[in-house]
């Protein structure tokens, strides 16, 4: 009677430790898909600080020219939007890193 109790127990330890290998696995693919996001998220924010700074360039430069006030105003309103977007993409940035490093941990 004793012996099937502590076949019971090993059995059962084992599958709790690949349960755990199982888990840990899972949450070091999703550390490392929240990594890529996050360097994905980066390179977006790169073009979008040049943009920002070519655009705002070219509007001063054709603000220069009085003739070109329609373009200007165009070209700083791409100006805003991208800055916008600039905005938020440091906040989806910075949750993802968050998440990250809250992946590594574990």
Known sequence: MQNTGNQYRLQKISEIQQQLEAEKQK???L??????GVKAVD?????LASSIVGL???GICLLA???AAPAVITT????M???????LSRQVN???KHKATKREKN
């Open 27 to 29: 949450r070091t693919q």
């Open 31 to 36: 550390g490392e898909k929240y990594n890529k």
């Open 43 to 47: 390179t977006i924010d790169c073009i």
């Open 56 to 58: 705002s360039t070219l």
């Open 65 to 67: 020219t009085i003739i």
């Open 76 to 79: 700083e309103t791409i100006a």
């Open 81 to 87: 939007a991208a800055g916008m977007l600039f905005i």
């Open 94 to 96: 910075w949750k993802l």
